[in-house]
């Protein structure tokens, strides 16, 4: 016995089998560890008793390190092991199914396969994966396996029938009528692993009379088709799934049409790719909605021109997915066309999808593939609403007014996005994930909402007339931002809105009321004196509870501006600010910008400033708490400071009635960067138009 514990090389030296088995209980987990690989080196088969005594841990786990003992010790341990099979302690039976899988020796068949019978299905699944790397005389039990009563069981069976080759194909394709979807899942992703020895089962599996069978089979044969290098064998999977587009179960037809354009777009030879034009073209008029959509998207794979005029016809379909998928077919046979006549074809049908609610996106994207620029008029704008581009709509005006109205009155539910564009596995289509579904849905709800919020408020600042009638009925619906955004917007519009405006508040709570006042308080003292005199006559006051918003003074006209510097080292986010205020800004007799600066820059600047002594009478702002600043150098120091590489600054000047909006918009982004992980730096205000220009001279503008 040495000082700290046994000495493991003398008791290895020696031999001494008991010493070293003592040693494995060593309260020091290095001397056990030590003691199991002497054990494994000795071999000694007076080891196996107490390494098997030891390979179940207390709460009924494989003990790894005893495990990986008995296995290296090999041979000795076989028959031991296959005893344990028979052991009371199910744990133990499972841990010796483990074990003999990875010796691997043939001894344990027999007693593995008895082992598939065992009444606990943690023992049965173990005896499956041994099995599974028996080899071929593991396959027959496996098969077998496939119909045990427990589905991890089954699961686990078709995982070992994967590993088999040729062998385990057949009885997976049987396996694909699986009564659990987990199960059948599996076989898929097994499959679909397997590669070219599945290709002519899968084949063969198309003429099954089962309809799930069949579909199954071609979902499988496009995953496998896609990733194929043998040229041969891809070919000879396109004639079947060709003539699979005539199966009489349309759900068949829409898988194969998805396999063919996984398949057919890989094709080299440009007649092989052909073959599939005509029979994807003829199922751009299938009954089946799914089946139009995946011919659309394997036509946009394949990319010939024979299909141009036929999905152009399809952008009138009675279904969005399916006008979604020709449009951007569409854009993606078009950069592959050589005849500019032929791509120029398509773009008049896609500038009109562009009023298309369902399918604007894609037609938009197509358009861009297609290199085409919108103009500034009214089909511009149907493009920048649809790219979420306010600030392009404002500067077009008056045209672009009917375009946002559009977005306004799209109250539609959510486009659902397909499941396989989810990510979700194709058994799920039949079971549905509407968990997944609903997620998707809520962010393209909450997506349109804010759209119609913009929408709203841009045509405020266009001020035309026509937007006043759509703003009051947009106020029957949404919740209260979207409310806000209206009356704002109406508010903009000024008095052609206020009679029509005051209407619509009889109708409304006491909270649109207030907000309407006290915006128009900032913007309009005349109309929301009017406002609130047409409610007083008709007793609608507002409740003569005290508001829990502080009462907002009446803010005077001034002719003086104020200069907002937001500054953060994360792009997006001050390029968030900068896409919100360009929209807002003119509003306020004010302008922004998206500027940046390399930390080089603001040194030089500073010492520049220092030099100088120049002044900054200003505030340095964090979200609501702010400091006095009264040097320019301290100023570009704390910038600079905060940066890393370079920092980006999003710069806004407004008169005062915009100063309160300004603060809003910078504290509401600042919550969402913050809920983000994203951390913004301060915000620094000054009313010196001087300070102003030094510090906007320091920055180099990005837009």
């Known amino acids: 016995m040495s000082l700290f514990g046994p000495n493991i090389r003398q008791l290895e030296s020696k031999h001494d089998i008991p010493g070293l088995i003592k040693a494995l209980d060593n309260k020091n987990k290095f001397i056990c560890q030590e003691a199991l690989a002497a054990l494994e080196r000795i071999g000694d088969v007076r080891a196996v008793e107490p390494l098997m005594a030891r390979l179940i841990n207390i709460n009924g786990f494989v003990e790894q390190g005893m495990s990986d003992g008995l296995c290296r010790i090999g041979a000795p ?63 027959e039990p496996l098969i077998a396996a496939l119909k045990d009563s427990d589905g991890n069981v089954r699961q686990s069976a078709v995982e070992a029938l994967g590993k088999m080759g040729a062998a385990g194909v057949e009885p997976l394709i049987a396996a694909l009528k699986d009564s659990d979807g987990n199960v059948r899942q599996k076989v898929v992703q097994v499959l679909g692993e397997t590669g070219a020895p599945a290709v002519e089962p899968l084949l063969a599996a198309l003429q099954d009379s089962d309809g799930y069978i069949r579909r199954m089979a071609t979902i499988v044969l496009g995953e496998i088709g896609a990733k194929l290098k043998d040229t041969a064998l891809r070919v000879r999977a396109v004639e079947p799934l060709i003539a699979a587009l005539h199966d009489s179960d349309g759900r068949v037809r829409w898988v194969a049409a998805g396999a063919l354009g996984k398949i057919d777009a890989k094709l080299e030879d440009h007649a092989l790719r052909a073959r599939a034009v005509d029979p994807l073209i ?67 049908p896609l500038i009109a999808a562009l009023k298309d609610r369902g399918a604007r996106t894609e037609a938009a994207g197509a358009l861009d593939k297609l290199n085409w620029k919108p103009g500034n008029d009214q089909t511009g704008a149907y493009y920048w609403c649809t790219k979420r ?26 486009q659902q996005v397909p499941l396989q564009e989810a990510g979700v596995p194709a058994d799920n289509y039949e079971r549905g994930v509407l ?32 937007a006043v009638e759509p703003l009051i009925a947009a106020l029957q619906f949404g919740d209260k931002h979207m409310h806000e955004s209206v009356a704002d917007a109406l508010i903009l519009i000024d008095r052609p809105a206020m009679e029509q405006t005051i209407a619509v508040l009889k109708m409304r709570d006491n909270y649109l009321r207030q907000h309407v006042i006290e915006t128009l308080e900032k913007t309009n003292p005349s109309i929301s004196k009017a406002i609130q005199a047409a409610l007083q006559q008709s007793d609608l006051k507002k409740e003569s509870t005290p508001s829990t918003k502080a009462s907002t003074p009446l803010t005077k ?46 040194g030089a600047r500073e010492q520049e400033a220092s030099k100088a002594s120049l002044p900054f009478v200003g505030q340095c702002y964090m979200d609501t708490k702010s400091t006095p600043m009264s040097q320019m150098q301290e100023v570009l120091r704390a910038i600079e400071a905060e940066a890393s590489r370079e920092v980006h600054i999003a710069f806004v000047s407004v008169d005062p009635t915009g100063v309160a909006w300004v603060q809003k918009v910078y504290s509401e982004l600042l919550k969402q960067a913050v ?17 102003s220009q030094f510090l906007l001279s320091s920055f180099n503008k990005i837009s």
């Open 77 to 139: 341990v076989v028959e031991p092991l296959i005893a344990a099979l028979k052991d009371s302690n199910k744990n133990v039976r499972k841990g010796a199914a483990s074990v003999l899988g990875k010796i691997g020796d043939t001894r344990a068949l027999e007693p593995l396969i008895a082992a598939l019978t065992d009444n606990d299905k943690f023992v049965r699944q173990s005896a499956v994966e041994a099995l599974g790397k028996m080899g071929a005389a593991g396959v």
């Open 557 to 602: 006209w001034a002719p003086e501006q104020s200069y907002f510097f937001i500054c953060s080292g994360n792009a997006s986010l001050i390029d968030s600010y900068n896409n919100l205020f360009k929209v807002g800004a003119p509003a306020y007799h004010g302008t922004a910008g998206h500027y940046y600066a390399g930390i080089g820059d603001l």
């Open 389 to 414: 581009d306010w600030s392009k709509c404002y500067s077009i005006g008056t045209l672009a007014v009917e375009p946002l109205i559009d977005v306004l009155n799209d109250r539609d539910a959510a």
């Open 435 to 466: 968990q997944v579904m609903d997620a998707l849905e809520t962010k393209l709800q909450g997506l349109k909402a804010k759209d119609r919020r913009n929408a709203a408020f841009t045509l405020g600042l266009i001020g035309d007339a026509r």
């Open 675 to 691: 809920s983000q992980d994203i951390l913004p730096y301060e915000m620094y205000v000054t009313k010196d138009n001087d300070a």
């Open 282 to 348: 003829a199922v751009l008029q299938d009954s089946n909605q799914d089946a139009r959509k995946e011919a659309a998207n394997a036509l946009g794979e394949i990319g010939d021109a024979r299909a141009l005029e036929p999905l152009i016809a399809v952008l009138q379909d009675s279904n969005q997915d399916v006008r979604r998928k020709a449009a951007e077919a569409l854009g993606k046979i078009g950069t592959q066309l050589e005849d500019d006549a032929l791509r120029v074809r398509a773009v008049e």
